[in-house]
C-alpha cells in the first residue's frame, strides 16, 4: 500500500514538472504568432499581434523586435508617419537608456520627421543621435552627414559647412573622411562658392584608400567646376579619366560630347629668309 501511494505521489510530481516545463511565458503566443504572420506577409494581423504582446509583456525580453516591427509596418507598409513618431517616441522612453538602440530610434524618427516637413524637430532627433552615438564614430559620421543634408536642404549653409567640417576632421576612416568632404564640397557648388569647393574635392583626391565610386564623383565635380573657368581642356581630362568608373558611363560620354571645342593654339608663321 505503500509503495502504491509513494508511486502515485511521484507520478503526479512528474506530471506537475512537465506542465510546468511547457508553461509559456506571458505574450509568448503572441509573439509566435506575430512572427507567423509577418513572415507570411500578412502586416496588418502581424501588427495587432506585436501590440498584444506589448502589452501581455511588460518585462519581455523581445519587446525592442516588437517596436521595431510595428515601426517598420507604420512606415513602410501603411504610411502612417503620425504614428510612427508615436511609436518611436514611446520605444525611445522605454528602450533609450541602451546608447545603440536609443541612436536607431532617434534615428528613425528624424527620418519620420523629415518626411513630415518638420525639419527643426528633424534636427532635435539627429542631435539626440549625436549624444548617443558618443560610442561609436561610425555613427556619429553618419549621423553628421544626415543632419548636414537637412541643413542644407533648410537652406542653412553655415551649418552645412561647420558639420560637414567638423565630420571630416573626426571621420573613423578614410571614406567617411571622403564622403564628409565631397558632401562639403557639393554644398559649396550649390551656393556657387566654386574655390571652396575646389579645395574640398582635392583634399579629397589626396586621401590613399577611398573608393573608386567617390574618387570618380569627386573628379566629376571637379571637372564641373573647371568647366564653369572656362578650362575646357582640364575639364576633358579628368572626364576622360573616369570613363570606366563612373557609376553611369553615359552621362560621362554625354559631357565629354558636349564639352565646348577647345581652341587650338595658332601655328605662328615664318618669315620668309632673305
Known sequence: ????????????????????????TPGANDLEQARSSYSKGFYLEAE?????????????????????????????????YDRAVVL??????????????????????????????????????????????AEFPEKTARTQLRMARL????GNYGEVADTLQLCAETAPNVEDKANCLYELAQSYSFISSWSQAKNALEKVLELSGTSDEIR??????????????RHY?????????IVDTYPNRRVV???????????????????PKN
Open 1 to 24: 500500500m505503500r509503495g502504491f501511494v509513494q508511486i502515485s505521489l511521484l507520478c503526479l510530481l512528474l506530471f506537475c514538472c512537465v506542465g510546468c516545463s511547457t508553461e509559456k
Open 48 to 80: 495587432k499581434e506585436y501590440e498584444r504582446y506589448l502589452q501581455a509583456a511588460p518585462q519581455g525580453v523581445f519587446r525592442k523586435e516588437a517596436w521595431e516591427r510595428l515601426v517598420e509596418i507604420a512606415v513602410s507598409v501603411k504610411g502612417e
Open 88 to 133: 518611436l517616441e514611446a520605444m525611445y522612453l522605454e528602450l533609450g537608456d541602451d546608447p545603440e538602440s536609443g541612436w536607431k530610434a532617434m534615428y528613425q524618427l528624424g527620418d519620420v520627421y523629415s518626411v513630415l516637413g518638420k525639419k527643426e524637430k528633424a534636427i532635435e532627433s539627429f542631435e539626440k543621435c549625436l549624444l548617443h552615438a
Open 151 to 154: 541643413y542644407r536642404d533648410m
Open 216 to 229: 570618380a564623383l569627386s573628379i566629376f565635380l571637379l571637372a564641373d567646376i573647371y568647366e564653369n573657368d
Open 233 to 241: 581642356a582640364k575639364a576633358k581630362s579628368l572626364l576622360e579619366s
Open 253 to 271: 560620354e554625354s559631357r565629354l560630347a558636349n564639352l565646348p571645342d577647345i581652341p587650338k593654339k595658332p601655328i605662328p608663321l615664318v618669315p
